[in-house]
């Protein structure tokens, strides 16, 4: 991989519009992941009862 | 096409100043919503009881009928993958991904109308073909577009994806249950209804995936900055992906997967009865759930936390482990269930099945590692025929096995400690496989300067 930037650097250097897009684009998917992951702890609750 | 240029590939390029950390959103909403196939299983139920409405009547459907909606799903998966690799490294990834979500969304509505007309072969064209090719196409799709986003971190990257495909059981189960109850009425199940929403659902979730997909533009670098983590693996010399097919990495890689596979996909397709019998009278139906749910949770969570620790302890190292550790649990697995101690029973299965998940996670790196990222993804869509295989041995070896076990007298309780050991005996064999990959020989590698003028060289963003 050619090290010539010919951006800035955009984990360090992204605008508030960039970063609330990353905001809303890690709730959009982590909302129902975690929802589903709670569901499969609150059944696996069963089997240490 | 008018109206789709969207799709291509020139518009796929992120502008200055975007952050790399929304691609693996896209390749996650595409993820988990596929991964809802380990959840079909759910359906058959009431599946077999459309006619009789909640009672089994004689032209209701068999259990063994259904099952094959699952089969030919997975099937098509493997092909799909296998016969679009290449087209998706030409178009880019967000052709493939809207691609994928007419597919899958789409295979939902058809099977819905299966379902309506109580026509099997409409539920297995929907669920089984059209399903099953958008499951192929999104597998791959977002996984040659985070390696190039992180070259500091392929591991990672595509363990954040793949790690969608494990958990997406966990949103589509519950999901499907509730859709449902919701939409049953006195003279419907609520199958056909479920299945239509549920298109509907995972096109708009698999859409916003596709909408935020960008690819690196042409000579883009990650940040470099104090504190960056940086693998110490630099990806192998480009190979091409008919060339791949005739190196012995391909070939040896193909056994790593198939023999992963083998060992964890056929006790995880009976680990509800599994545990039940090996602790009879301790674990009933409901605690056996939640037994499952935490072997998905474990699968989840290994695809990323293995793919991630492949970065710094190397690919090959980290199946090493995979082997060795997979293949002392395996053995020793029997001596808990003796024990009767069900905790050590559970974390032992758990850790086994994390590294099932480790296993797919940490295969798209590896891959690049050893024929670079030209075709990457191309050449993980072929490899991925190991999991079609698998997925068919894995439960056969299992199944033949214990009721081998249970017609020559063997207590049930008992009956799966061979099944034990020759999981163990197949993670040895996966171990010797790994052993043997080596680097890349030079001459497999792709030969710019050879190529024809104008010949598409196919990849993108390079």
Redesign the interface.
Known sequence: MSAHHEQPAPDRNGSSGERMKLIVAWVVVGVPAAWGVAQVVLKSMALFR | MPGFSFLDREHTI?P???????VP??A??IH?SIGQAYAFSVFNLPLSTLRGMGAAAADDWKLTTIGWIFSVAIVFLGLSAFTFGRWLERVGPRRAMFASAVCFGGGFLVAALGVRLHSIWLVYLGYGVIGGIGLGLGYISPVSTLIKWF?DRPGMATGLAIM?FG?GA??G??LAVALMAALRTPTSMGVAATFAVMGLLYFL?MM?GVF?VRLP?P???????PGAPVTRIAPGGDVHVDRALSTPQFWLLWAVLCLNVTAGIGVLGQASPMIQEMFPGV?DA??A???V??L??ANMVGRFLWSSASDSLGRRRTYMIFFALGAVLYAVVPATGRMGS??VF?AFYAVIMSMYGGGFATIPAYLRDLFGTMHVGAIHGRLLTAWSLAGVAGPVLVNYIREYQIAHGVPKSAAYEVTMYLMAALLLAGFVANWFVRPVAAQHRFDRAAAPVGAPLRTGGR
């Not at chain 2, 000579?219 to 900055?225: E, L, R, S, V």
């Open positions: 992120a200055p100043g975007f952050n790399r950390w929304r959103p896209a996650l909403a988990l070259p969608g958990g966990m949103i189960s519950p979730f916003f935020t533009a000579g883009w670098a990650p940040p470099m900055g674990i409901g605690a759930a939640g037994f749910g935490l998905s949770l069900v905790i559970v």
